[in-house]
């Protein structure tokens, strides 16, 4: 399993983009506006996208995709949104509602259009080839899930954005394996107030929830606020002890 890293920041500016990560050549998670890197034909070679949720950071160039490629997909094979029944509520109310964006699910014809919705919980593990997806609950503004990809030969897991929680952390538990964990720190600590409204993690909270943890794996940090990366990386290594840590970076990618 390959993993591309095209956006991993809070924000946008200065080369940073948001969260967005491909798997393989067919596989999205999330489609923030790291998805600009992409070249049409590797847009064109995603079949399915899994959100964690619907705030703008995490599906910004989803709706710029989908018309960038409408020539290039296949009206047999469409591109499936696999999300939580309350995100695709949203996107069809909020973004693909002719307003904001064309309802590309009814688009050429609703017969045969160019995405597809595929509700998915947590508890429903999806296997697509060899690697096998699983939603994990976390604690977050709005309904909000992370996802564990494992294969063979590794596996991988993506909190997407949460606060303090015991179900993100129990269902990591339940996996036989985990090397990578790209987990989110959004603020720093002197916004721990502010992470706890927001429903975001700083440095402390991942530390305390970190201790729940009970595989080793390697622990890529995301999700950060762009100018306070340097500060969330040293109060991360002054607070978590005993751990791997690693900045994410756009760019970065991994092979498991
Ligand atoms: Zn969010
Ligand atoms: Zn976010």
Redesign the pocket.
């Given at each position: 399993m390959k993993i591309r890293i095209l956006g991993c920041s809070g924000g946008i500016g200065g080369g940073l983009h948001t969260t967005s990560i491909l798997v393989d050549h067919d596989i999205l998670i999330d489609a923030g506006t790291g998805v600009s890197s992409l070249t049409l034909d590797e847009m064109a070679g995603i079949q399915h996208l899994f959100l964690t949720?619907t705030?703008l950071?995490?599906i910004a160039c989803l709706p710029l995709m989908v018309d960038s490629i409408f020539d290039r997909i296949s009206r047999q094979r469409p591109l499936i949104i696999h999300a939580l029944p309350a995100s695709i509520d949203a996107l069809q109310k909020h973004i693909f509602n002719w307003a904001i964006w064309p309802d590309f699910a009814s688009l050429p014809s609703a017969d045969q259009p160019v995405i597809r919705y595929q509700p998915l919980n947590p508890g429903q593990p999806l296997t697509l080839g060899e690697r096998t997806l699983e939603m994990l609950p976390t604690n977050?503004i709005v309904p909000?899930v992370g996802y564990a990809i494992t294969t063979a030969t590794g596996a991988l897991a993506f909190s997407g954005?949460t606060t303090t929680n015991d179900t993100f952390w129990a269902g990591l538990n339940r996996l036989q394996r985990l090397d990578l964990l790209i987990v989110e720190t959004a603020f720093s600590n002197k916004d721990e107030e502010l992470s706890k409204l927001s429903r975001h993690y700083c440095p402390s909270l991942l530390a305390a929830d970190l201790k729940k943890l009970r595989h080793r794996p390697q622990i890529l940090l995301t999700h950060n606020k762009p100018g306070e990366e340097q500060r969330i990386w040293d109060e991360c290594q002054a607070e978590i002890q005993g751990r791997t840590l690693i900045r994410l970076v756009d760019g970065n990618t991994f092979e498991l």
């Open positions: 949720h705030h950071d995490h977050h909000t954005d």
